[in-house]
């Protein structure tokens, strides 16, 4: 799916009756198939602008179109991942992996069997019968991933979804993720604080300004697909996109 943001600001009301500007005139093309990352200083417009793209609310001015067609409301072709898992705790890995399936009436025997396989493919088989509880936030996380991908989205949208993990378990959901992309090549938007992580992940990395949210510089990463995220880490070119990106937003920071 293609992504088209053109002209687009987003304002907040504030209780006192004046409004606070989250996004200003920015446009943005995201081919079908591309993975992209946003990143930017915390508080800048990153998530207000995922959350236009998914249609839970109307950009103040501009347009945010999706194949050609103004977005408006949920598209049942998106899927969005948060920053922390959001399992329901009285239901199972596999129960919490079904619940999108469920609610687009897949066949129940059909489901059960896409559901099965997605907690495989995130080598969680084992564990489909675990509740939240009796999991680390690694293996939660991991059981968020198999949800999403179990829809077959379109559209991926991404909210620092590793933010909460160790260094170690990072790396690892990381390259789970451009496996399980590697397999339907969906459209993704995602946002991270963590540079690295977008020079790891991305086709291009969209570097946002400080409050309100406007496009200040597009990188993009050419490295060879498939990839391997842990030998990128210490790619000399890499390390040089890494450079580049930091003293970017440090730049803005000091703005």
Same mark, same amino acid.
């Given at each position: 799916?293609?992504?088209?943001? /053109? ?13 606070? @500007?989250a996004i200003d005139q920015v446009d943005l093309q995201v081919a079908d198939g591309e993975f992209v990352v946003l990143i930017g200083p915390s508080g800048c417009g ?7 793209? *998914?249609? %839970? ?9 999706? &194949? ?17 898992? !959001?399992?329901?705790?009285?239901? !199972? ?9 469920? %609610? ?12 099965? @396989? ?7 088989? &084992? ?5 939240? *509880? ?68 991305? &086709?291009?990395?969209?570097?946002? !300004?400080?409050?309100?949210? /406007? ?7 050419d490295f060879e697909r498939p990839r391997r995220v842990d030998a990128l880490r210490f790619n000399p070119e890499a390390q040089h996109l890494f450079e580049r990106l930091?003293? !970017? ?5 000091? &703005?």
């Open positions: 799916m293609t992504v088209e943001i /053109r002209a687009v600001s987003h304002e907040f009301q504030l209780e006192s009756g004046e409004t606070t @500007a990153k998530t207000t602008l995922l959350n236009l793209v *998914a249609g %839970l609310y109307a950009p103040t001015r501009g347009q945010v179109s999706i &194949d050609g067609r103004p977005v408006s409301g949920i598209a049942a072709s998106t899927g969005y991942m948060l920053a922390r898992d !959001s399992l329901y705790p009285w239901r !199972s890995a596999l129960d919490n992996v079904l619940l999108g399936l469920e %609610l687009r009436n897949v066949p129940q025997a059909e489901a059960r069997e896409r559901a099965l @396989a997605c907690l495989d493919l995130v080598g969680l088989a &084992d564990f489909a019968g675990h509740h939240p *509880a009796q999991m680390s936030q690694g293996m939660r996380q991991r059981v968020a991933l198999a949800r999403t991908f179990v829809i077959e989205p379109q559209l991926l949208l991404m909210d620092e979804p590793f933010g909460a993990l160790d260094a170690q378990t990072k790396v690892l959901l990381e390259q789970q993720l451009m496996d399980l992309w590697e397999r339907r090549r969906p459209t993704v938007m995602l946002v991270t604080h963590d540079l690295e992580e977008a020079v790891m992940l991305a &086709d291009r990395v969209i570097v946002c !300004s400080a409050r309100p949210c /406007r496009i200040k510089e597009v990188l993009k990463v930091w003293y !970017s937003l440090k730049e803005e920071n000091h &703005d």
